[in-house]
C-alpha cells in the first residue's frame, strides 16, 4: 500500500480563493509529481519534481498554478485563483526515480463553488 | 502526440467470468506500459508494468502482454471476484523523459455476485 499522504482530502473554495493542498511522499522517494483527475476520469499532469528541481511543468501550471517541494517539508500545490474548471481530484505521486514506478496518494479532491 | 486508448468504457460481468480490457496506445518513443486499478476514495495503485515486446506483466490473477506489433497490452483475467470492482487504467511511460505518466479514460468493472 502507498504511503503517500495527501492533506486535506476536500477542499472547498469560492472563485477567486486560493487553494493549497499538501503532500508527503513516501520516505526515500526524490521525485513527485502531480497530476489532476477531472470528473470524467482524465489524467492530467501538471507538474514534476526530483528533489527541490522542477523537471518539467505544463503551460497552466506556470499560470495560476504554484508548486514547490523544499527540503523537510510537505510538497505542496497552489492554485492562485480558483476556477471552477479547476474542480478536480488533484493526486500527488512519489518514486525513487524518474524511471521507476509512481505510487498515488488518495488525493485532495478541490470543489470550487 | 502520445496517447493511450482504452475500448470499453464500462464492463460489467459475474462471478467467475473471463474478462478482457483491450488497451492500445500510440507512442513517439519506446514506452513502458502499466496497468493501474482505482478504488472509490483512492488513488491509483499499481497492479503492473511491462518495458519490452513480449514481456508479460502480471498480479492478483490479472496479466497483460506487451505486443509492439498491435501497439497493445490488454488486460486480462480468468475468473473475476466481486472484490475486482473498480476502474482499470492503462498508461504509458516514454522512455527518457521526465517520467510523467499518459493515461487511458479508464475501464469500469462491476462484478456482481
Known amino acids: 500500500n502507498s504511503k503517500v499522504i495527501q492533506t486535506p482530502r476536500y477542499l472547498v473554495k469560492g472563485q477567486g480563493q486560493k487553494a493549497k493542498m499538501r503532500c508527503i511522499p513516501e520516505?526515500?522517494?526524490?521525485?513527485v509529481f502531480w497530476y489532476q483527475q477531472n470528473k470524467n476520469n482524465e489524467f492530467k499532469f501538471l507538474i514534476n519534481f526530483q528533489n527541490q528541481e522542477v523537471l518539467q511543468q505544463i503551460d497552466m501550471t506556470e499560470k495560476r498554478f504554484s508548486a514547490e517541494c523544499p527540503s523537510n517539508s510537505p510538497c505542496s500545490l497552489e492554485i492562485q485563483s480558483s476556477e471552477a474548471g479547476d474542480s478536480a481530484l488533484y493526486l500527488c505521486?512519489?518514486?525513487?526515480?524518474?524511471?521507476?514506478?509512481?505510487?498515488f496518494g488518495p488525493g485532495t479532491r478541490l470543489t470550487v463553488l | 502526440g502520445d496517447s493511450v486508448t482504452q475500448t470499453e468504457g464500462q464492463v460489467a460481468l459475474s462471478e467467475e467470468d473471463f474478462l478482457t480490457i483491450h488497451c492500445n496506445y500510440s507512442?513517439?518513443?519506446?514506452?513502458?506500459l502499466f496497468w493501474y486499478v482505482q478504488y472509490p476514495g483512492e488513488g491509483p495503485q499499481l497492479l503492473f508494468r511491462a518495458s519490452r515486446d513480449k514481456e508479460k506483466g502480471s498480479s492478483r490473477g490479472f496479466e497483460a502482454t506487451y505486443d509492439k506489433g498491435t501497439t497493445s497490452f490488454h488486460l486480462r483475467k480468468a475468473s473475476v471476484q466481486e472484490s475486482d470492482s473498480a476502474v482499470y487504467y492503462c498508461?504509458?511511460?516514454?522512455?527518457?523523459?521526465?517520467?510523467?505518466?499518459?493515461f487511458g479514460l479508464g475501464t469500469t468493472l462491476q462484478v456482481q455476485p
Open positions: 520516505k526515500g522517494h526524490p521525485v
Open positions: 507512442a513517439s518513443g519506446y514506452p513502458t
Open positions: 498508461a504509458l511511460r516514454i522512455t527518457g523523459n521526465t517520467g510523467k505518466l499518459i
Open positions: 505521486a512519489s518514486s525513487l526515480s524518474r524511471h521507476y514506478e509512481q505510487y
